[in-house]
């Protein structure tokens, strides 16, 4: 009996160490396999970035991850330079503004088809307005609604009627003029996509997306990679270089830059600042620099005491020192920020003298508001690095320090970000660590979204009401005229600074790190862009 | 303090018997003594327990003053741990970190032995349905690895040292317990435990009087091992950020903090880390020595 346990035993034994034996040859072998169709890929790039897309329908995502996969498969009618927010031509090769700024006529390049087939024309274009505006679905098509106020029918909505003149031209009337209506149009959010694709996929369309654009869809494995292919049909010319695009999830900033390091991937976004040494100290890879179009800040809820006193939000913006954090956790690619918006974006008040680091005129502020002997408060800091702040809780432990110099006592919060933000947005948060990067350049954009009273309950999580900043917000929106403008938002950041609802505390500039064998990849500021330039050389 | 010592009556035993019965502490310690390793043990512990207690006066720096400009400067005269990416002297950290590991070892393991012991001895002494309750609930406790029961519970309480030092606690509580509790079921057959009844004596006084002081040789070799896990829990915890928080110097803490400039500011990382691996080599190695000292089944 016992004899032939062990027997049996035995066998066991000696059949799982063959087994084991030979599927490590066979793993062995498909490694080689793999190693030797790398060698021979040809043009096809891998992009390396830190989370998966949330769907590939451009119109109803929000999230710069999506983007960054939807703008190779979609095209705008007008787009963005490319490293800035001019508007060029897109699918549309030209434009009419009428004298009043409420009728925009568009002429259409033409023989363009959709990856399935069908042909792009005005008729398109007008099935895609139509479908966002009558849709009044804000969950849907949130973005939709924000920047056009709303949808058909709502009193604030911008979009009277788009109309198609003949198979090339169409026309655009709108309710009231918008002065960033051209800029909104370029956002990658509002891409043309294919109406026969649209009805035929259904919900089904974000997981398989037909555009114009310069690559296809081939596949998307969630939570790992997206693949594209060229579009042979390309309407421009000898475009895009590449033979295709595989978009690679490697969450964690540190991993991705490693897989890089190895070349697994050619193209990686979200450098740590404190890895760029390791990036110009190895020969093979090359650094990338986005332009800043971004603010970090650290903000105070105004509703709640004692920052509902303007005293002590000046105090604070005297404590803080941001040459010392830009230096200690940016690495020095960052800039100090004293207005709510970047200096790229036109508008931009460069008079205002931002507060100076000054612990004595901080007592005495606080004097003013009746706190000298400090206070108890706190520091809300987000979990996870964004590309304005590399690392909120340092950040935030650096702030606690100064602050201590004046006996304010902060402690410091922490949430998981979706939870984060949703408390933050809710008006939970006392003070707290936050930053934009900006949808398309336009000071409207920061100004508006982020400290206009319309929108506390939204973006404004400050929840900052100014009735006169809000009628400058207003009427710089309705207003044509660049100059006039500029004068508006200049008044409008005048206000905001003596407020101080914020601590604006840097405008940074993130990394981005590649192969040397990449050719013609420029990161464009609003934090996706066209890889359609892009080629891989040796 | 002469003049009590003079003025208390003689009533310890007369002198052939003391010699005669040597009491096992006595023993224990006389065992140990010649254990090198644990001596080195004890040596580490009373070290860094000097260190925690005179961390003040010891401590060049305060622990929470930054510099900015001082980022990640190199062990120098000035700084002999070099300074954090904030430009905090490490050695101050470290030393003030020295409370909080030994603070919640040892208030922890407090914690647990205090609430194990209850419920062990309940639970051996009165065994039946009160036996299977405690004892079960004590499987249930272990059945998770301790860490991730450690996390669960903080995540329940929320982050902070307070709630971390609980979560180390209640996760070490079946430990005693069922160490206790087996004690007891083996005291309880004594002869004098009889004899104790026999006479009258009320379940409580032979608890107390009885079956506690049998049990505490045990209780220590066992406390001792866990403060050295406590440690280890504290630190994980502080690393995940479910600990102490900022700009507390936990070790743990100080580990995540640095661990991205490893290749850049190596001490960073390097003094917290070893900071814990000593306190917790010397409270093993203490723990060792005691068991062999004490455990009367490990002597010949």
Not at chain 2, 206 to 220: E, F, G, T, Y
Request: charged share 25%; net charge negative.
């Amino acid at each position: 009996m016992k004899k032939t346990l062990a027997l049996l035993l035995t066998g066991i034994l000696a059949l799982s160490l063959a087994l084991a034996g030979c599927s490590s040859s066979t793993s062995k072998e498909k490694d080689d396999g793999k190693g030797g169709s790398s060698e021979a890929k040809g043009g096809v790039l891998i992009y390396g970035k830190g989370g998966d897309a949330v769907g590939l329908d451009p119109a109803i995502v929000t999230d710069g991850e999506s983007f960054i996969v939807t703008q190779q498969i979609f095209e705008t009618l007008v787009k963005y330079g490319e490293d800035d927010t001019e508007i060029k031509p897109g699918l549309a090769k030209s434009w009419e503004v009428s004298d009043d700024a409420k009728t925009y006529t568009f002429k259409l390049e033409t023989g363009i088809k959709f990856h399935d087939g069908t042909d792009f024309n005005a008729d398109a274009v007008v099935k895609n307005f139509q479908r966002w505006a009558k849709s009044k679905d804000e969950g849907k098509f949130a973005y939709y609604a924000s920047m056009f106020g709303g949808f058909e029918g709502d009193e604030g909505h911008v979009i009277k009627e788009v109309k198609a003149i003949d198979a090339s031209t169409v026309e655009f009337t709108l309710n009231r003029p918008q002065a960033p209506f051209l800029k909104n149009l370029a956002m990658p959010t509002f891409a043309i996509a294919s109406p026969d694709g649209i009805e035929k996929e259904g919900d089904d369309f974000t997981k398989n997306p037909s555009g114009t654009g310069p690559f296809k869809f081939k596949s998307w494995k969630p939570g790992d990679t997206i693949e594209v292919v060229k579009n042979d049909d390309y309407w421009q010319d000898g475009l895009p270089k590449l033979d295709g695009v595989t978009f690679k999830v490697i969450k964690d900033n540190s991993a991705r830059l490693n897989a890089a390091i190895k070349g697994e991937i050619d193209l990686m976004d979200g450098l740590n600042p404190s890895d760029i040494s390791k990036v110009t100290g190895d020969e093979k890879l090359q650094i990338f620099e986005r332009a800043s179009m971004n603010v970090g800040y650290f903000a105070f809820n105004v509703e709640k005491a004692p920052f509902d006193k303007k005293e002590v939000r000046q105090a604070i913006s005297h404590l803080i020192n941001k040459k010392e954090i830009i230096d200690n956790f940016y690495e020095g690619t960052a800039e100090p920020a004293k207005n709510p918006m970047p200096p790229s974006v036109s508008g931009y008040n460069d008079k205002i003298e931002d507060y100076d680091y000054d612990v004595e005129k901080a007592k005495e502020l606080l004097k003013k508001a009746g706190l000298e002997d400090g206070f108890k408060m706190d520091l809300w800091a987000m979990p996870v690095p964004r590309p304005y702040m590399p690392d909120g809780q340092k950040v935030a432990e650096a702030i606690q320090a100064s602050l201590k110099q004046v006996g304010i006592e902060a402690n410091i919060v922490s949430y998981e970000w979706a939870a984060y933000l949703e408390k933050v947005q809710a008006g939970e948060a006392q003070s707290f660590m936050m930053g934009w990067t900006g949808d398309n350049g336009d000071a409207d954009n920061f100004l508006y979204t982020l400290l206009d009273k319309d929108n506390i309950g939204s973006n404004n999580y400050a929840r900052y009401a100014n009735d006169e900043v809000h009628e400058l917000l207003i009427e710089a929106q309705s207003t044509a005229d660049e100059a006039k403008r500029n004068e508006l938002y200049g008044k409008a950041q005048e206000i905001i600074h003596d407020e101080a609802p914020w601590v604006p505390l840097v405008h940074s500039l993130p990394q981005l790190a590649g192969s040397k064998t990449v050719k013609g990849f420029v990161p464009h500021p609003t934090g996706s862009q066209s890889l359609v330039n892009v080629s891989l050389e040796n | 303090m002469p003049e009590i010592a003079t003025n208390t009556p003689p009533i310890l035993p007369p002198k052939e018997a003391e010699e005669k019965v040597i009491s096992p502490w006595k023993e224990g310690w006389k065992s140990f003594r010649k254990n090198k390793v644990a001596i080195v043990g004890l040596g580490i512990v009373s070290f860094f327990i000097l260190i925690a207690i005179f961390a003040p006066v010891i401590a060049p720096y305060s622990f929470d003053g930054q510099k900015l400009s001082d980022k990640h400067l190199a062990p120098s005269a000035e700084h002999w741990f070099g300074t954090d990416e904030f430009g905090r002297d490490i050695l101050s950290r470290v030393i003030y970190g020295s409370r909080i590991s030994i603070g919640v070892g040892f208030l922890s393991v407090a914690g647990s032995v205090v609430v194990g012991s209850f419920l062990g001895i309940i639970a051996g002494y009165y065994g039946r349905w009160i036996d299977t309750i405690i004892s079960r609930i004590f499987d249930i406790i272990l059945a998770f690895p301790s860490i991730l029961l450690a996390i669960a519970v903080v995540a329940v309480l929320g982050p902070s040292l307070r709630n971390a030092l609980i979560a180390i606690a209640i996760v070490n509580v079946p430990i005693f317990g069922r160490l206790l509790r087996s004690r007891v079921l083996t005291v309880k057959e004594e002869e004098y435990v009889t004899a104790a009844k026999a006479i009258g004596m009320g379940d409580g006084r032979i608890l107390l009087h009885h079956v506690l002081p049998n049990s505490l040789a045990p209780i220590i070799v066992q406390g001792t091992l866990a403060i050295a896990t406590a440690i280890i829990e504290c630190a994980a915890l502080g690393f995940l950020g479910l600990g102490a928080q900022p700009p507390a110097p936990e070790w743990g803490k100080m580990l995540a903090d640095s661990r991205a400039f490893i290749i850049q500011a190596p001490w960073t990382v390097l003094f917290p880390g070893l900071a814990i691996m000593l306190t917790v080599l010397g409270f093993n190695l203490m723990g060792d020595g005691l068991r062999d000292a004490l455990d009367p089944r490990m002597k010949n």
